[in-house]
Nanobody, 127 residues
Framework: QVQLVESGGGLVQPGDSLSLACVAS???????????ISWFRQAPGKEREFVVG????????HDSNSPAARFTISRDNAKNTVFLQLNSLKPEDTARYYC?????????????????WGQGTQVTVSS
C-alpha cells in the first residue's frame, strides 16, 4: 500500500518555473525504491496524459510526445520523495498534475498500469 501526496502547484506566468513534490508513505514490508513513480497531468475535458516517469535507480523515461523536454524528474529514496521541475511553463501546461506509483520495474506509460495515485496539485499558467 502506498499513499502519495503532491505539493508545489500554483498560479504562474508564462516562462516561469515551478517545483512539484510527491511524498510517499509506504506500508511496512516494502520500500519506496520498490516502485517506479511517474507524473501525469490532466486538463479539463482532456484525458490524463503521461508526462515523465522514473525508476528505482533514478533512470527516467518520457514519451516522445510529452512535454518532458522542459521538465526534470528526480527522486530521493531516503526521503520517499519524487520531484518534478517544470521550466519555461506555457499556458498549455495548465492542468492538474498527479504522481502515481507502479510496482513495475520501469515506469509504464498507461494510467491503468499504476496502482496508486495522489490527489494531484493544480498548475495554472496565465498572464
Amino acid at each position: 500500500q502506498v499513499q502519495l501526496v503532491e505539493s508545489g502547484g500554483g498560479l504562474v506566468q508564462p516562462g516561469d518555473s515551478l517545483s512539484l513534490a510527491c511524498v510517499a508513505s509506504v506500508a511496512a514490508g516494502r520500500t519506496f525504491g520498490d516502485y517506479s513513480i511517474s507524473w501525469f497531468r490532466q486538463a479539463p475535458g482532456k484525458e490524463r496524459e503521461f508526462v515523465v516517469g522514473i525508476d528505482f535507480s533514478g533512470g527516467y523515461l518520457h514519451d516522445s510526445n510529452s512535454p518532458a523536454a522542459r521538465f526534470t524528474i528526480s527522486r530521493d529514496n531516503a526521503k520517499n520523495t519524487v520531484f518534478l521541475q517544470l521550466n519555461s511553463l506555457k499556458p498549455e501546461d495548465t492542468a492538474r498534475y498527479y504522481c502515481a506509483a507502479s510496482g513495475l520495474l520501469l515506469p509504464p506509460l498507461r494510467p491503468n498500469d499504476y496502482q496508486y495515485w495522489g490527489q494531484g496539485t493544480q498548475v495554472t499558467v496565465s498572464s
